[in-house]
């Protein structure tokens, strides 16, 4: 089976690009998802505050899901569902798994990742103590709550302040849990400032900044953590100790793309990301295969995924027409100054680039009223004010296609924080 186009994810991200590339002219695409239905996270995510930059209006997230499921339905675009993706050769022969068809091949003359992120374990952040029944990753509970129906218990603490975790405090305060607090070991928030007045401020939940959990008491089902302070190295402050009764604990520790499929096909990762290296056309350093989404880096909002995507999907219709060059030696790295941990794209080709380039990167600590630049060699063509800034909120930077295009023998492009 032959398709110009293989998309592996049907979350927001893998349909958003599957329409893009459709509507760039490419008929033969098959998006892959492993769930028993499209979506994505989407589906357990009922909450309100999707789709203001892309439909206009204020939706739930299965009604954000819906929008795209409907338009990959009505384009006729192929879905397999129940699906697993179990390798991809370096002839992007796609080798995949289903009940219907056993273990069968797909061939691809291009690829779009769009897998998405998974949540950080308890074990990914070497918490201690017992293992008793009643600590849950807050995406877990998100799905127990809003699509299965089960309440995971009575007194609840959420560690770590992701965005999921402050909007399952006010899920959970909702349906009559006592959510007795939300513990953060950095001095800021990592969720959205909205999610914090609108999920914790409104219903009375105190968000203690740098504490820390240092025990998880309980056998059989959990009696209750140990909190301390920590001083700003993130150390224990000795004698801050206390037991906080309770029966639940979430994680909201952070998520981590999805990428162990890209790094066995030989996928490039980024270190800072934990996503694939991309150039300013979303293509991996493997000719023919494109990312986006949470599986290139862990976006806030889905509209950002969705607008990523539609690039990404773009650029792959191009590439089977033809119409794309390979990675190409004069790629020039985007630099990192002061204050920016990350950008994505991270490569832009000035000889090449056909459109206005958005660059997204996050900052590495909060910052108040500081200026986001961005240099061309040693000249500064874009000094941008930001009144505040926190690592929490991935930014947006829109490099004009006009403005690479005038500086196409540039040596390097660089983008810092300062303060003038």
């Given at each position: 089976m032959d398709y110009d186009i293989v998309v592996i994810g049907g979350g927001p991200a893998g349909m958003a690009a599957a329409i893009s590339a459709k509507d760039n002219g490419i008929d033969n695409i098959l998006v892959v998802e492993r769930d028993y239905e499209l979506g994505g996270i989407l589906n357990q995510c009922i909450h309100n505050g999707f789709g203001l930059h892309v439909f206009k209006e204020e939706l739930t997230g299965p009604e954000y899901a819906e929008r795209y499921i409907d338009m990959?339905?009505?384009?006729?675009?192929?879905?397999?569902?129940?699906?697993?993706?179990?390798s991809i050769d370096d002839n992007k022969l796609v080798t995949l798994m289903n009940e219907e068809k056993g273990i069968f091949e797909v061939n691809?003359?291009?690829?779009?990742?769009?897998m998405g992120c998974r949540e950080r374990s308890r074990g990914a952040i070497n918490l201690?103590?017992?293992?008793?029944?009643?600590?849950?990753?807050?995406?877990m509970v998100q799905r127990m709550v809003n699509m299965e129906g089960y309440m995971p218990g009575d007194e609840v603490y959420i560690y770590g302040s992701g965005d999921i975790g402050l909007i399952m405090a006010r899920r959970l305060a909702l349906e009559g849990a006592k959510v007795k607090g939300v513990i953060e070991r950095k001095k800021y928030s990592n969720g959205l400032q909205?999610?914090?007045?609108?999920?914790?401020?409104?219903?009375?939940?105190?968000?203690?900044?740098?504490?820390g959990i240092t025990e998880i008491v309980g056998r059989d089902r959990l009696e209750g953590i140990i909190v301390a302070k920590l001083d700003d190295n993130k150390r224990v402050i000795p004698g801050t100790e206390e037991f906080k009764k309770c029966d639940t604990l979430l994680l909201s520790v952070g998520l981590i793309p999805e990428n162990e499929i890209s790094i066995e096909m030989g996928v490039e990762i980024d270190k800072k990301t934990g996503g694939p290296v991309v150039g300013d056309n979303l293509m991996t350093?493997?000719?023919?295969?494109?990312a986006c989404g949470n599986v290139l880096h862990?976006?806030?909002?889905v509209d950002h995924v969705s607008r990523e995507s539609e690039i990404a999907g773009k650029k792959a219709a191009e590439?089977?027409?033809?119409?794309?060059?390979?990675?190409?030696?004069e790629d020039i790295e985007i630099k990192t100054d002061f204050g920016i941990n990350y950008t994505v794209p991270k490569y832009i080709n000035p000889s090449t680039v056909s459109d206005d380039i958005t660059l997204r990167f996050r900052v590495n600590n909060v910052y108040d009223n500081i200026f986001i630049d961005i240099k061309i060699?040693?000249?500064?063509?874009?000094h941008r004010k930001k009144k505040a800034i926190t690592p929490s909120e991935m930014q947006e930077i829109v490099i004009k296609k006009d403005l690479i295009e005038e500086n196409k023998d540039m040596n390097s492009i660089t983008i810092g924080i300062t303060k003038e």
């Open positions: 990959l339905k009505d384009k006729g675009i192929d879905y397999l569902l129940n699906t697993m993706v179990l691809a003359k291009s690829i779009i990742l769009s201690p103590g017992g293992r008793p029944a009643g600590v849950y990753s807050a995406g909205r999610n914090i007045v609108q999920c914790l401020d409104d219903f009375d939940i105190p968000l203690m900044y740098q504490h350093n493997i000719d023919g295969v494109f862990v976006h806030d909002l590439y089977v027409k033809g119409n794309l060059k390979e990675k190409a030696v060699d040693d000249k500064t063509v874009i």
